[in-house]
């Protein structure tokens, strides 16, 4: 029950009982008065009686005090007449009191006369009857009025009675009411105590919170609940922290004048509505949220929201913690798993990812995509000449122009080393493709400035497309394919994937599958290529050149099976066999009167410094007992002379056997030949393609000048290389050259053919 209709219902009942005992009590008064009255009246008329009675006894005894005796009843007549009620009884016995009086006066007036006889006469004629019937009257009147008087007795205790019970069930009522009036008070002052106590708590609860919030590391915001109101991010602040402020810069008066809404970047606003729409679902922690700083700046933040009481209303509190630096070393990670470290460009895996995305979304349209794979054709050469660091910066920038040469939705990856993967999507036809090779071509054909000096760089580029059909894979493993075929076809082109391509491919595997068996089954050989004194042109040593004699498909020369050797780790096993097998024959010559025979032996440029070349070479000495005097090892410029001081220790360490060293194809290798000096070398080999530019004998080439004068002022033996023509050989002598090589002295021929073309005393002996 509410406390306004208690409250009615209390007066209403307590109203009443108030007129209920007024009204009781008037009642009773009433029937005191009435009963009281009734008495009187009886008692009077008694009186009268008593009076009558007296004067009838006393008329003939004594007439004298009749007289007497008739005033006292006629003063109970007047006191009758004052207490009867009913006029009507009053008239009849004032009526029958004169009749008997009329008598009695006769009577007395008789016997005053002294006539007994006609007073007693009168006295049975008029007088007795007057009296008995007056008696009678008052005797009625009287019995009426004492029973009258009894039963307002009987009514007042009756009355009482109710008075009693009437209060009885007041009070108790009264007294329910009273009751439930406590019990209602007393709820009353309960819920009083507790608002005062919970507000006592609020108010606990706020100071709590104002040392807590104010001073607190973590940064917090105060908003009214979002979830009692409307609308979305308007929500001002209420209260910020310190921290808060030290975080986002603002001022408090700053921040206090503006929304949620406000310190997210224009560009996340609409996110919020989603965020406010989640907290009303009650979730309380947010992440991945950005929000904006006063110097523009944007933090990574997560949030957590409490709903709070704020001066005494529903609030929301909100930690902000800074995660800027984690999110930015996740995104870092992220990145790296999917970007090459170096350039910046998406990785294998990314691109694999991107591959697939344009293959299943091709299954649904129409068109097609293409798959570039792009090799760079000197790259080597620039890292082993250049050192890293410059090989590092060209692919920076091959990777930039590369990034700027495709539209925006294609992709260009690295997937290693000078290996590039470039997604072409949305192509109208396969004819595109080709065009945006060559366009890549063209971009790249452009002088690269690295390491102070311009640095020209070609690139192949095979291209596969496809329009959906088969799995993505295919489509790399064509472009590929097409990648070999176009430096098979000697690099710098583009080449169009077409099935024979694949047969090429698969054939280049068999090869690989052969030369691993073969090179145990002793299907190399070994040729050797004279080398002469460019003075005197006698024979100063041969370089020993692998062939390969395939059981089916006959002599293969090392051009085509030294790359895929490279490229299948089998190089080791190779070299290692070509070592052996020349110190062996080297050793043969040495203990036979053909004498002995300085024998140069190639080695693969590829991990020089991790190969183990030293044992094996050591192990080559050992197992043949040749002299190291007699070996020499051709190592390419780009592979012996890095920036790294590991080759040049391994060549030390080497050179500290005797063994010789040739630095092989020299020129080609971008390397500063002032570096040369003091390097672990003996020999320099001017590469064939210097030895060409030899044309007349007057006419001069001034880098073959500079390569022997260079090498001659350093003490080294200088070879030509490739040398066909008598020009070039008189042109080599003139300059001082100190050794020849080439088709005109002798092409490669077999040991037995050394022993019979160079019979002592052509033989050179030792130094
Ligand atoms: P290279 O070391 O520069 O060897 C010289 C190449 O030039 C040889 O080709 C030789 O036949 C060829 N040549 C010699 N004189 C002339 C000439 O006057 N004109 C022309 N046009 N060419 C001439 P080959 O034997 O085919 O060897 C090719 C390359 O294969 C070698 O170049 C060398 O880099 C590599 N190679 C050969 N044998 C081995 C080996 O046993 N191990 C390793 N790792 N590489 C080898
Ligand atoms: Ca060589
Ligand atoms: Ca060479």
């Known amino acids: 029950m509410r406390p306004s209709s208690r409250d009615r219902h209390f007066w209403l009942t307590s109203a009443a009982a108030v007129l209920l005992t007024l009204g009781v009590v008037a009642a009773i008064v009433g029937l005191h008065e009435w009963s009281s009255q009734s008495e009187r009246a009886a008692q009077s008329i008694g009186s009268l009686r008593t009076a009558i009675a007296v004067e009838q006894e006393g008329i003939l005894d004594s007439p004298r005090l009749t007289a007497t005796r008739q005033a006292q009843a006629n003063q109970a007549l007047v006191l009758v007449q004052a207490t009867e009620t009913s006029t009507a009884t009053r008239g009849v016995i004032a009526g029958m009191t004169a009749i008997y009086q009329l008598a009695v006066s006769d009577e007395v007036y008789a016997l005053r006369r002294g006539d007994v006889l006609s007073a007693d006469t009168l006295n049975v004629a008029l007088g007795d009857p007057a009296f008995t019937a ?117 001022s408090r008066a700053e921040f206090l004048a503006l929304t949620l809404a406000e310190i997210r970047p224009a560009e996340d606003r609409a996110l919020l509505r ?28 997560e949030i957590d929201t409490r709903e709070t009481i704020f001066q005494g209303e529903s609030a929301m509190v909100i930690c902000s913690t800074d995660v800027t630096d984690r999110a930015r070393l996740q995104r870092e990670l992220e990145h790296q798993a999917f970007h090459d470290a170096l350039t910046g460009l998406p990785n294998r895996s990314l691109f694999g990812d991107r591959l697939e995305h344009a293959h299943q979304r091709l299954a649904r349209g129409t068109g097609c995509y293409a798959v570039l794979m792009l090799d760079l054709d000197n790259f080597k050469t620039v890292n082993d000449g250049l050192g890293h660091a410059a090989g590092d910066a060209l692919l920076l920038e091959v990777s930039r122009r590369l990034s700027t040469g495709i539209r925006a939705g294609d992709t260009a990856a690295r997937l290693g080393g000078d290996e590039f993967a470039i997604l072409l999507e949305d192509l109208a036809d396969p004819a595109a493709a080709s065009r945006a090779a060559e366009g890549l071509r063209e971009i790249l054909r452009t002088p690269f400035a690295v390491a102070g000096r311009f640095l020209t760089v070609s690139a192949t580029i095979g291209v596969a497309t496809s329009s959906g059909g088969g799995a993505a894979t295919d489509v790399v493993r064509n472009a590929d394919a097409a990648l070999y075929a176009g430096k098979a076809d000697g690099k710098d082109r583009h080449a169009v994937y077409s099935e024979d391509m694949h047969v090429t491919a698969i054939e280049r595997l068999t090869l690989e599958q052969d030369l691993r068996s073969g090179i145990g089954r002793g299907e190399l050989v070994l040729m050797y290529q004279p080398k002469v004194d460019a003075r005197t042109g006698q024979m100063a040593g041969v370089e020993a050149l692998v062939r390969w004699n395939h059981p089916l498909r006959g002599v293969i020369a090392p051009d085509q099976f030294i790359p895929i050797a490279e490229q299948s780790g089998l190089i080791n096993d190779l070299d290692t066999w070509v070592l052996s097998a020349a110190c062996r024959q080297a050793q043969a010559w040495a203990t036979s009167a053909v004498g002995a025979v300085p024998v140069a032996v190639n080695v693969s440029g590829r991990n020089l410094v991790s190969c183990g070349l030293i044992d094996r070479v050591l192990a080559a000495l050992k197992q043949t007992g040749l002299d190291p005097r007699l070996l020499e ?13 590991e080759a040049r220790d391994l060549l030390q360490g080497i050179r500290d056997l005797g063994v010789r060293i040739a630095i092989d194809d020299f020129g080609t290798g971008y390397s500063v030949l002032s570096r040369l000096q003091g390097f672990p070398v003996d020999t320099l080999k001017i590469d064939l393609s210097f030895v060409r530019s030899i044309v007349s004998e007057h006419v001069g080439a001034p880098i073959v000048d500079a390569m ?26 003139k300059r001082h050259c100190t050794e020849l090589q080439g088709y005109l002295i002798s092409r490669p021929i077999t040991g037995d053919e050394v022993v019979a073309r160079f019979r002592p005393p052509a033989l050179v002996r030792v130094a």
């Open 134 to 250: 007056l008696d009678g009257k008052l005797a009625t009147v009287s019995g009426a009025e004492t029973s009258s008087a009894a039963r307002g007795v009987t009514i007042a205790f009756v009355a009482s009675i109710g008075i009693v019970t009437g209060s009885g069930v007041v009070t108790v009522l009264f007294g329910v009411f009273a009751r439930r009036r406590r019990a209602a008070i007393a709820a009353q002052i309960a819920l009083s105590a507790a608002l005062v106590s919970e507000a006592r708590v609020t108010l606990t609860r706020e100071e709590t919170f104002r040392s807590l919030f104010d001073e607190n590391p973590q940064a917090m915001m105060v908003t009214r609940l979002p979830a009692l109101i409307t609308e979305d991010g308007n929500l001002t602040f209420l209260a910020v922290n310190n921290a808060a402020i030290a975080m986002y810069g603002h």
């Open 274 to 301: 989603s965020n406010l729409h989640a907290m009303r679902g009650g979730r309380t922690h947010f992440d991945g949220i950005r929000h904006a700083t006063k110097n523009g700046g944007v933090l990574d933040v």
């Open 633 to 645: 090892l051709e190592v390419t410029e780009s592979a012996a002379v890095p920036q790294q001081g």
């Open 708 to 733: 022997i004068a260079m090498g001659l002022s350093l003490g080294l033996k200088i070879v030509a290389e490739g040398v066909e023509t008598e020009v070039q050989r008189a042109y080599l002598v």
